[in-house]
């Protein structure tokens, strides 16, 4: 089985989506965006807010399984389990990278 290389803003967004919402605000640039489930979080203190609310309703894990880069945007291919409906499911994650942080991303299916 090959090791998956992971650019460093992703392999660190994904230990801190481990930790907390401070640590995974941190990954982001100041104006950040995550876009997920229809709805935009804009900058660290929205991000902050999103993983909070997101870590008291959902408890999962994340398994990342392929990345290519299309466009000037890594796109991540993740195996996700955990105690939400349609457990488990298979995420895209777009990243658009800036001066070794993360100016936004986008959660789909």
Do not use: N
């Amino acid at each position: 089985m090959s090791v998956l290389t992971l650019p460093d803003p992703i392999a660190a967004y994904l230990a801190a989506d481990t930790q907390g919402p401070d640590d995974l605000a941190r990954c982001f640039t100041l104006q950040g965006v995550v876009k997920d489930k229809g709805e935009s979080h804009i900058g660290r203190d929205a991000i902050k807010a999103w993983k909070r609310e997101s870590s008291t309703l959902y408890t999962y894990t994340t398994e990342p399984f392929s990345v290519e880069l299309i466009d000037g945007i890594h796109v991540g291919y993740c195996h996700v389990a955990g105690s939400f409906a349609g457990s488990p499911i298979d995420l895209k994650l777009r990243f658009r990278l800036e001066r070794d942080l993360i100016a936004s991303l986008e959660i789909t299916v």
